[in-house]
C-alpha cells in the first residue's frame, strides 16, 4: 500500500476536473434537499459530507429502472418484418465514483456477492462494477443512526476501496488501496507526505447483534408475538428496502409499445403485499408479521447462510426513512438479546415486564416460556 | 410528429356502439382517427382507462353512453358524469387540456350525431396539436 | 396531555379499552412515535403535541381486528380519514373509543406543517371524548394550487412530468394513507397491468393520477403522503386539486359530515350535464 499523498482545499475543484477528464465522475451532491451519488455536474455546490450520504450507492450499479434486452420489429417489407431481441449492453466507458463511505463500500462489497460471485452472475451489474474505480471516503464523525461498528466495520475501514481519502485539516489525505486507485492518483495536485490521518477510536455496542443468538432465540420463530408487536406499528411500506444499500430485490418486466419494447428489471420489495402472491392466489407471506420476520431474518441470517455474510452494514438509513418511527436496528438488537421489540439500553424489558409476561428466555429453547397470547 | 389526431373511443355496448353502427350502415361519412372499444356501460369506465389512453400517446378521449334516464342498466351512465367530471379535472390539473376529451350522450337512434361529434372532435384536436402536448409514451429505443 | 393521560388510564380502569392507539414519547431519539399501549403500559410516555404527525387510522383497522375495544387518539384531520372509512364500512363504529384533542397545527423539521394552513376542523368530527377547545376556521384555499392554475397546459406537465419522473415506486405514500386499503393495488395487478411496474415516465404519472382519482372524495389531506415520500414529491398539490375539485362540484368535504354518501359512488340523477363540459 502507498503512502499518503495531500491535496490543499483550493486544489480540489481542479483535482475533480482532471478525474472528469479521465472518466465519467460520480460523487456525493444536493438535489431536491438530499445528498445522493450523482455525475459531477458544476452547476451544483461540491461538498463531501464527513458522514453518511443521504441517498446511497446502490443505484449507481443497480438502477431502480434498467433496461436489459431491446426488441422490436425490423425489417420493411412483410416478407423481411421479425421480431429482434438484443440484450443491452454496458458503456464499457471508464467510471470513478468518488466519496464513498465504507458503509456504503461494505455495501457495494455484498451485492457483489449476489450478483457477481454467486451461481447466477448478472453481466450488466459486473460490467458496471469492473468499469468503476472507487474513490472511497473515511467519515470524521458517526451520526445518531450510524452503527457500522456493531456490524464489523468501522469509519475509516478500508476494505473494497480502490483508494481512500479523508479529510485533514487544511486539505485531504488520499492514499491507493489497489492498483485501480493508484491510477487514478496520479495527478500533480497531489503531493506526497509524511502526514497521516489521526488514528481514532469509534465508538461501539449501540445495536450490537450475533447471528448465532437470532437463530437460538425462541422469538425468532413465526408464532412468536415479538413479530406482532413489530407488524402492528409497521406500515410494511417498503421505504427500508429501497432506502437500503443492501436490498436487491427486483422485479423483471417486459414493456410493449407499438410493436417495440423493452425487458427491464425494477426495484421490488419484500414488505410488499404481493411480493410472494403466486398465480392461483397463495401467498405465503401473506400478513404484516410474516414480511417484518422475514427480513429481519434475512438480513442477518439467510444472508449468512447463502452468502457466507450479513447485509447490514451499520449505515441506519432505515431507521432515518421510517415514516412511523420504527427503529430496525434496535430491533434486531432486542431480538438478540431475546427482548421485546421496544426494547432499549434506557428502559430495559419495559413492556414485556409492566404486563405480567415472563421475560424471553434466550437459553436453548426448551427453557422459555411462551406468551399465552396468540395472534 | 404525428398529423392525424389519434383518438380513443369508448362507447357503450347498447346506445353509443350501436349508434355508431348505424352511422355505418347509414353511409355518413366521418374521419378514421377514432378507435373504438366497446363498453358494456359507460359506467364501467374507468379513468384509469382514460389516464391510459393519453399515457400511451393517444391526443383526445370521446367517451359516449345512453343519454341520462336511458341508461340500459337504469343508472350507470349517473355514475359515469360523476366519476369523468372528477377525472377531466384531474387531467387538466396535470397539463391535458379539457378540450382533449370529448363526452357525448349518444342514442341507438343517432347516427348522424356520433359522425358529427366524431368529425368536430378530430377538427378540434388537429388544431390543438400534436403529441408532444400530450402525456406522450417515451419513445423505445428500436 | 395531562388530561389526556388522566383520561386514558380511567378508560382502561373501567375496561372501555383494551387496548390504546397513541403517541409515546422516545427519549432515545428523542422523536415522537405512534404506539399500541396495553392495560398496565406506563401512560407517562402519552403525548400530544406538535410532533405527532402521523396518522393513526392507518393503523386503527388492524388493531381494531385484535381487540374487542380500541381506544384511539386523533387529530382534526385523522378524524377526517375515520368518517370515510366508516361511511365506507371498512371498520365498525362500536368497539371504537375515540379520544380527540384540539390540535394546532403540527409541525416538520421544526415549521408549521404546509397542510395545516388548509385545515378544516381541528378536532375529529367523530369522538366520544373532546379535549380542548375547537377552534373556528376559515375554509380551506389550497393557495398552493395557484401557482399550478396560473401556468399554461404545456408549462404544467412540464413541471409535473419533472416531478413524475422523481418517484421511485415505493408505494409509501399508500401504505402511509388510511385511504389506501385495497388487498390488491391496481398497481399489483398484472392481467392486464393497467400501471407498468417500472419507473419510466409513463408509467409513474400512471401511478400518480390513478392514486389522486382514487382519493378524490376522500382524502382528509392528513398530508402523510407528502411528508413520508422519500423523494420529497409535492403530493399534495394533486389531492389539493381533487379537494377542489370536489368542493365545487359536489359542495362535499370529505370526512366532515358523517352522515354523508361518498361523492363518486353516491347515485346522483340531478347533475347538470355541465359537470361535464364546465371550463375553469
Known sequence: ?375 | MREEPKILGLLCKWCSYAGADLAGTSRFTYPPNVRIVQVPCSGRIDPVMIFRAFSEGYDGVLVSGCHPGDCHYGTGNYFARRKLAVARRLLETVGVSLDRMCFAWVSAAEGRKFSEVCAEFTERLKKLGGREKTMAREAVAR | MKELRARAGEAFDRGAIDVLLCWRSDTEDGKVKPHVFKKGDDLETVVFDDRCVHNLVTFLPEVAGHNKKTGVVLKGCDGRALVTLLTEKRLKRDGLYIITVACDGVKIDGKTAAKCADCVTSVSPIADVVIGEKKALKPAEYKQLEYIEKMKPDERWQFFSQQFERCARCYTCRQVCPMCYCETCIAEQVGPAWIDASTKLSANTMWQLSRAYHLAGRCADCGECERACPERLPLRLLNAAMQKTVKELFGVVPGTDADAQPPLSVLAQDDPDSLLEGKR
Not at chain 1, 457483489?112 to 459486473?126: C, G, M, N, Q, W
Not at chain 1, 428489471?265 to 410474516?290: E, I, L
Not at chain 1, 431475546?338 to 413492556?351: A, F, K, V, Y
Request: aromatic letters at 8%.
Open chain 1, 1 to 375: 500500500m502507498a503512502g499518503w499523498k495531500k491535496l490543499a482545499k483550493s486544489d480540489l475543484p481542479a483535482f475533480l476536473a482532471e478525474l472528469a477528464s479521465q472518466a465519467e465522475l460520480v460523487v456525493p451532491q444536493e438535489k431536491n434537499g438530499k445528498t445522493r451519488f450523482l455525475p459531477l455536474d458544476s452547476a451544483r455546490p461540491i461538498s463531501f459530507p464527513s458522514s453518511l450520504v443521504d441517498v446511497s450507492l446502490k443505484s449507481v450499479f443497480f438502477p431502480k429502472r434498467r433496461p436489459v434486452a431491446r426488441f422490436g420489429e425490423k425489417g420493411d417489407s412483410p416478407s423481411e418484418q421479425r421480431i429482434e431481441c438484443a440484450a443491452v449492453q454496458s458503456p464499457f466507458s471508464p467510471r470513478i465514483v468518488m466519496g464513498a463511505h465504507p458503509c456504503d463500500v461494505s455495501a457495494v462489497n455484498y451485492v457483489d456477492r449476489v450478483f457477481v460471485h454467486s451461481a447466477f452472475k448478472d453481466p450488466l451489474y459486473e460490467a458496471e462494477r469492473n468499469r468503476t474505480t472507487i474513490i472511497g471516503m473515511a467519515c470524521s464523525e458517526m451520526k445518531p443512526e450510524c452503527h457500522c461498528t456493531d456490524r464489523d466495520l468501522s469509519p475509516d475501514n478500508e476494505r473494497g476501496m480502490d483508494a481512500v481519502f479523508v479529510e485533514a485539516g487544511d486539505g485531504y489525505l488520499f492514499r491507493a488501496v489497489t492498483d485501480k486507485g493508484a491510477a487514478v492518483l496520479k495527478s500533480g495536485l497531489l503531493k506526497e507526505t509524511s502526514d497521516e490521518p489521526a488514528k481514532r477510536d469509534w465508538p461501539r455496542g449501540k445495536y450490537p447483534v450475533s447471528p448465532e443468538s437470532i437463530v437460538q432465540s425462541p422469538s425468532s420463530s413465526e408464532a412468536d408475538p415479538f413479530w406482532q408487536e413489530v407488524a402492528d406499528l409497521c406500515l410494511t411500506c417498503g421505504a427500508c428496502t429501497f432506502a437500503c444499500p443492501t436490498c436487491t430485490c427486483f422485479l423483471v418486466s417486459d414493456e410493449r409499445h407499438d410493436g417495440a419494447g423493452e425487458r427491464v428489471t425494477a426495484w421490488d420489495s419484500c414488505q410488499f403485499s404481493g411480493y410472494s402472491r403466486m398465480s392461483g392466489g397463495h401467498n405465503p407471506r401473506k400478513t404484516k408479521s410474516a414480511r417484518v420476520r422475514n427480513r429481519m431474518l434475512d438480513k442477518f441470517v439467510y444472508t449468512v447462510e447463502k452468502y457466507g455474510a450479513t447485509s447490514c452494514v451499520g449505515c441506519g438509513r432505515c431507521a432515518i426513512i421510517c415514516p412511523v418511527g420504527r427503529h430496525f436496528p434496535r430491533e434486531i438488537a432486542a431480538l438478540s438479546r431475546g427482548l421485546s421489540p421496544l426494547s432499549s439500553e434506557e428502559n430495559g424489558d419495559c413492556t414485556r415486564s409492566k404486563r405480567g409476561l415472563p421475560p424471553l428466555s434466550s437459553d436453548e429453547n426448551g427453557g422459555c416460556t411462551r406468551s399465552p397470547r396468540t395472534r
